[in-house]
């Protein structure tokens, strides 16, 4: 089955989406292909896939894809494995791929494979190698081949972001990222933690809530080009100001602000509120008389039941940081800068 990766996308955002078998993502825009990955992920993940990821440096590599298929973990459902490079598979392997193909189809295993590629002309679709992933698979074509349909998918994130745009405000995003997918999704992106932040963090469903934006929104919100530094989210975040706190993280990952002093400044605010907030003396602590009115500021916006997770918060940062676990720093860093903030984008259990 061949499908455009906006008919194939929305499907899979479903709940009930089938990923067994065979796919070949094709196409020459990467983010594309990631977000395909990201929407498989989840399936897998909650049908307790084993994922890996295989680099094939030649044909001979497809051995190892179907050893991997073979060898099923005890504690592991199925195998996930994602597949990246050209080299195409001999006659002997597109035979297993399309006996594996046959056998998810009639519900005999629920192994996936995601294949990677380039883009792939007519020729290369005639091919023997493709009939498998074509007859018994999911092809689906990563590519974008007009404004309409790159309106369309973005569209798309902008429901999952919660977010409902008018026709102003779509030609004023388009026109400010100058019509690039990467730059208008993170503008969507930083959009739904200034409206819509119960569900900025992406659910992996379309939600049918959504917070209608005009172009008088959008104008206010897109962050300007003016430089901030540690110390402007620092003020920022005392004084309560989450709409600045986003624009100043934008900006700070945006020319590359080292995220260990980004965390090392949220911390450090952390520590003097939590310190202040168990009846410890401001000057003792070390904190400028200019600023400990912005302190007790932050104090006020805080409970007991607020702070708790605080250092729970942080530790995560510094693994993600260190890449101890997946999910991205900057989005953790973000999120423990709003709760400083005041803005709590999850209700704490």
Same mark, same amino acid.
């Given at each position: 089955?061949?499908?455009?990766?906006?008919?194939?996308?929305?499907?899979?955002?479903?709940? &009930?989406?089938?990923?067994?078998?065979?796919?070949?993502? *094709?196409?020459?825009?990467?983010?594309?292909?990631?977000?395909?990955?990201?929407?498989?992920?989840?399936?897998?993940?909650?049908? /307790?896939?084993?994922?890996?990821?295989?680099?094939?440096?030649?044909?001979? &590599?497809?051995?190892?894809?179907?050893?991997?298929?073979?060898?099923?973990?005890?504690?592991?459902?199925?195998?996930? $494995?994602?597949? &990246?490079? /050209? *080299?195409?598979?001999?006659?002997?392997?597109?035979?297993?791929?399309?006996?594996?193909?046959?056998?998810?189809?009639?519900?005999? *295993?629920?192994?996936?494979?995601? =294949?990677?590629?380039?883009?792939? @002309?007519?020729?290369?679709?005639?091919?023997? =190698?493709?009939?498998?992933?074509?007859?018994?698979?999911?092809?689906? @074509?990563?590519? $974008?081949?007009?404004?309409?349909?790159?309106?369309?998918?973005?569209?798309?994130?902008?429901?999952?972001?919660?977010?409902?745009?008018?026709?102003?405000? =779509?030609?004023?995003?388009?026109?400010?990222?100058?019509?690039?997918? %990467?730059? #208008?999704?993170?503008?969507?992106?930083?959009?739904?933690?200034?409206?819509?932040?119960?569900?900025?963090?992406? /659910?992996?469903?379309? &939600?049918?809530?959504?917070?209608? $934006?005009?172009?008088?929104?959008?104008? #206010?919100?897109?962050?300007?080009?003016?430089?901030?530094?540690?110390?402007?989210?620092?003020?920022?975040?005392? #004084?309560?100001?989450?709409?600045?706190?986003?624009?100043?993280?934008?900006?700070?990952?945006?020319?590359?602000?080292?995220?260990?002093?980004?965390?090392?400044?949220?911390?450090?605010?952390?520590?003097?509120?939590?310190?202040?907030?168990?009846?410890?003396?401001? !000057?003792?602590?070390?904190?400028? +008389?200019?600023?400990?009115? $912005?302190?007790?500021?932050?104090?006020?916006?805080?409970?007991?039941?607020?702070?708790? *997770?605080?250092? @729970?918060?942080?530790? +995560?940062?510094?693994?993600?940081?260190?890449? %101890?676990?997946?999910?991205?720093? =900057?989005?953790?860093?973000? !999120? #423990?800068?709003?709760?400083?903030?005041?803005?709590?984008?999850?209700?704490?259990?």
């Amino acid at each position: 089955m061949q499908a455009s990766f906006i008919q194939a996308y929305p499907k899979l955002l479903q709940a &009930t989406a089938s990923v067994a078998g065979l796919w070949l993502a *094709h196409g020459d825009e990467p983010l594309l292909q990631q977000w395909l990955i990201d929407a498989l992920i989840v399936h897998w993940r909650q049908q /307790n896939y084993a994922i890996k990821r295989i680099e094939l440096v030649s044909a001979k &590599t497809w051995q190892e894809v179907l050893s991997e298929l073979g060898s099923q973990s005890l504690f592991d459902d199925a195998s996930a $494995l994602i597949v &990246t490079g /050209n *080299h195409k598979p001999d006659k002997g392997v597109i035979a297993e791929l399309e006996r594996f193909a046959v056998d998810a189809q009639a519900g005999s *295993h629920s192994h996936s494979v995601l =294949w990677l590629t380039p883009k792939q @002309d007519k020729r290369a679709q005639s091919s023997k =190698w493709f009939v498998p992933f074509q007859q018994y698979g999911h092809v689906i @074509d990563c590519n $974008l081949f007009d404004e309409r349909q790159r309106q369309q998918l973005l569209q798309v994130q902008a429901e999952r972001f919660g977010l409902r745009l008018s026709k102003d405000a =779509w030609q004023l995003l388009m026109s400010h990222t100058e019509h690039h997918l %990467l730059s #208008a999704y993170q503008t969507l992106w930083r959009l739904s933690y200034l409206f819509a932040p119960q569900i900025a963090t992406l /659910n992996d469903q379309q &939600t049918s809530t959504s917070v209608a $934006l005009d172009i008088d929104d959008l104008q #206010a919100a897109l962050v300007s080009d003016a430089h901030f530094s540690v110390f402007d989210l620092s003020d920022a975040m005392l #004084a309560g100001n989450s709409a600045q706190v986003v624009k100043i993280m934008t900006q700070l990952k945006a020319t590359d602000e080292p995220t260990t002093l980004v965390l090392w400044a949220i911390s450090k605010d952390m520590r003097l509120v939590l310190a202040l907030m168990d009846g410890q003396d401001p !000057q003792r602590l070390g904190i400028w +008389r200019s600023k400990q009115g $912005l302190y007790q500021q932050a104090c006020r916006r805080q409970s007991k039941d607020d702070i708790h *997770h605080w250092s @729970d918060l942080l530790y +995560r940062c510094d693994q993600a940081i260190k890449g %101890l676990i997946q999910q991205p720093a =900057w989005e953790l860093l973000l !999120q #423990a800068a709003l709760e400083l903030s005041g803005h709590r984008l999850f209700t704490a259990s």
